[in-house]
């Protein structure tokens, strides 16, 4: 089960930071992932982490703006949102792919946890 928590309501330039806690199963031999929707549009990737060695990767719309990180003791994955600008509102997902390729194709993540929106105004 992954249970995504931390959005809300922040102005432009502002930051929050999301967490994405893991339980009932193990995700640490996974690649963790962040994925936006909002309304209209496809869910699209954000960032994801190989839990075994750190390694992320970035949309290039975020790159440099949200880091992806890892807490193995905690079991949870955050992304910490620096820098947001209007189009970053959307509900963000996070979610775990099998193996241990990091990717952005959503078919490979295969565990999903429920959205919590982010809102950033102007």
């Known amino acids: 089960q992954l249970q995504a928590s931390g959005g809300g309501l922040v102005q432009a330039g502002g930051s929050l930071r999301l967490s994405c806690a893991a339980s009932g199963r193990t995700f640490s031999s996974r690649v963790m992932g962040w994925f936006r929707q909002t309304p209209g549009k496809e869910r699209e990737f954000v960032a994801a982490i190989r839990w075994s060695d750190g390694s992320a990767l970035y949309a290039d719309s975020v790159k440099g703006r949200f880091t992806i990180s890892a807490d193995n003791l905690k079991n949870t994955v955050y992304l910490q949102m620096n820098s947001l600008k209007l189009e970053d509102t959307a509900v963000y997902y996070c979610?775990?792919?099998?193996?241990?390729?990091?990717?952005?194709?959503?078919?490979?993540?295969?565990?999903w946890g429920q959205g919590t929106l982010v809102t950033v105004s102007s």
């Open positions: 979610a775990a792919a099998e193996g241990v390729t990091l990717t952005t194709a959503e078919y490979r993540y295969n565990y």
